[in-house]
């Protein structure tokens, strides 16, 4: 069809085709969507830790209000746990790689905090070797806390932990375990009774995550976790 111009002249519009190429808006939609995500991601992490530092603190709190040296000595390890995740949230910022960490050891300190609720439950933990991992300390006990956290409140009363040859490191109860229509979602929602921490299992993936490892679920009542 012909149109007349202004100038009674005729014209045949050009229509240019777009299919093939992102307009501006498009591409700033994009950016900003991206950016929304990264931002709610940073703060999802932040309320995260800040979570697992007021579970600190409690424990903190309950030792002070034991008397003995014991619960001063508690206080004081969690004292000084709450400033490893200070130094260990600048570190994760900093995008630097962890140095490497005496896993037993780490263990041993998380089954000390645990010990009151292990013996009010009459659980046992049975502990194998388990490798160094290339992560701050600070962060493998918050992994190993919230794994062991999770197995006895679910009802276990034996719970291992063991490493595999490929240096994956495995926490399995005799416990219910996880129905296969939650599997999925077992990341996402959680929270503790133990400590009242919350959302552990999502801060354990999130520090995992972030230093190039990984968590995974095995039914019904294994979850396995490697670092880099």
């Known amino acids: 069809m012909t149109y007349l111009d202004a100038y009674g002249d005729g014209f045949r519009p050009v229509r240019t085709l777009t299919m093939g190429w992102p307009r501006r808006e498009d591409l700033l939609v994009d950016e900003l969507a991206g950016l929304a995500r990264a931002y709610a991601d940073s703060q999802a992490f932040v309320s995260l830790l800040a979570h697992e530092l007021r579970t600190r603190l409690k424990v903190t709190e309950r030792a002070l209000s034991s008397a003995g040296t014991d619960g001063l000595e508690t206080a004081r390890?969690?004292?000084?746990?709450?400033?490893?995740?200070?130094?260990?949230?600048?570190?994760?910022?900093?995008?630097?790689?962890?140095e490497p960490a005496d896993t037993d050891a780490a263990l041993r300190r998380v089954l000390h905090d645990l010990r009151p609720?292990?013996?009010?439950?009459?659980?046992?933990i049975l502990a194998g070797e388990l490798p160094i991992l290339l992560l701050p300390p600070g962060l493998v006990e918050i992994v190993l806390r919230n794994l062991l956290a999770n197995a006895l409140e679910a009802g276990a009363s034996t719970v291992e932990v063991f490493a595999r040859a490929d240096r994956t490191i495995c926490i399995r109860d005799d416990g219910p375990g996880v129905a296969p229509e939650h599997a999925d979602a077992i990341f996402d929602v959680?929270?503790?009774?133990?400590?009242?921490?919350g959302f552990g299992l999502t801060l354990c993936r999130e520090i995992l995550r972030r230093r190039g490892g990984d968590i995974w679920l095995e039914l019904p009542s294994t979850f396995a976790f490697c670092s880099q």
Do not use: H
């Open 77 to 98: 390890a969690n004292t000084r746990t709450v400033q490893e995740l200070v130094e260990m949230v600048l570190e994760l910022e900093r995008d630097r790689s962890g």
């Open 117 to 124: 609720d292990v013996e009010l439950l009459e659980a046992e």
């Open 190 to 197: 959680y929270s503790t009774k133990l400590g009242g921490g």
